[in-house]
């Protein structure tokens, strides 16, 4: 499965950005995926999640309650809602998803995206 992420960019701290990961294929029978970030010296870090057959997110408590993940399997694409973005939040953001056919409901998967720069002002 091939992943294109887009929507990041550059703004003010307390504004909102919205992040798409579209995918090749069908992601109907995908049970896990993800939003992970990079920050520059950082290591890669995991922020928000879809996991199981119930699609149980889970989130990084430095966004919880800000971010927020969400899927569209008619469009095969995968969001990440970014509201109130801090400066902290400057990072590379992937998409990354597991195989298809309910194989795996962890992360990180074999698939990622190509990632989408994130710039917070403050």
């Known amino acids: 499965v091939l992943l294109v992420e887009s929507g990041g960019g550059l703004v003010q701290a307390g504004q909102s950005l919205t992040l798409s990961c579209a995918a090749s294929a069908s992601i109907v029978t995908i049970s896990a995926m993800g939003w992970y970030r990079q920050a520059p010296g950082k290591q890669l870090e995991l922020v928000a999640s879809l996991t199981g057959r119930d699609d149980t997110t889970h989130y990084a408590d430095s966004v919880k309650g800000r971010f927020a993940i969400s899927r569209d399997n008619a469009k095969n694409t995968i969001y990440l809602q970014m509201n109130n973005l801090r400066p902290e939040d400057t990072a590379v953001y992937f998409c990354?998803?597991?195989?298809?056919?309910?194989?795996?409901?962890?992360?990180?998967?074999?698939?990622w995206g190509q990632g989408t720069q994130v710039t917070v002002s403050s």
């Open positions: 990354n998803v597991g195989p298809r056919g309910f194989q795996s409901s962890t992360l990180p998967g074999p698939n």
